[in-house]
């Protein structure tokens, strides 16, 4: 299993971008996905979550209203829709899989068994 993620870049503070990550590998709907992101001299954070078939999500709070996570399980592809975006979402953004279904877990990064590698997001004030 693989995940490539893409759509990072510059952008100005109030402004949107769409981040999306492919899936190489099978058995996509049987994953729960995750979007963090790691700021320099910052820990992962949890961005959001979302289930195997796309109708339960969850959100960290600092990007509550204003992120938006959908899947595609017939083009394997996990996205997530960033608006009024400001210079604290400024990270690199990872896209991550895991099996369980405990949602309590859903925020833990230690949770999730497949990693992207990172895209860049800076946003400018």
């Known amino acids: 299993v693989q995940l490539q993620a893409s759509g990072g870049g510059l952008v100005q503070a109030g402004g949107s971008l769409r981040l999306s990550c492919e899936w190489s590998g099978p058995t996509f709907s049987t994953y729960h996905l995750g979007w963090f992101r790691q700021a320099p001299g910052k820990e992962r954070e949890f961005v959001t979550s979302?289930?195997?078939?796309?109708?339960?999500?969850t959100y960290g709070d600092s990007v509550k209203g204003r992120f938006t996570i959908s899947r595609d399980n017939v083009k394997k592809t996990v996205s997530l829709q960033m608006n009024s975006l400001k210079p604290e979402d400024t990270a690199v953004y990872y896209c991550?899989?895991?099996?369980?279904?405990?949602?309590?877990?859903?925020?833990?990064?230690?949770?999730?068994?497949?990693w992207g590698q990172g895209t860049q997001v800076t946003v400018s004030s």
């Open positions: 979302i289930d195997s078939w796309g109708g339960y999500r």
């Open positions: 991550a899989a895991r099996r369980t279904t405990d949602w309590g877990l859903a925020g833990r990064a230690d949770a999730y068994e497949y």
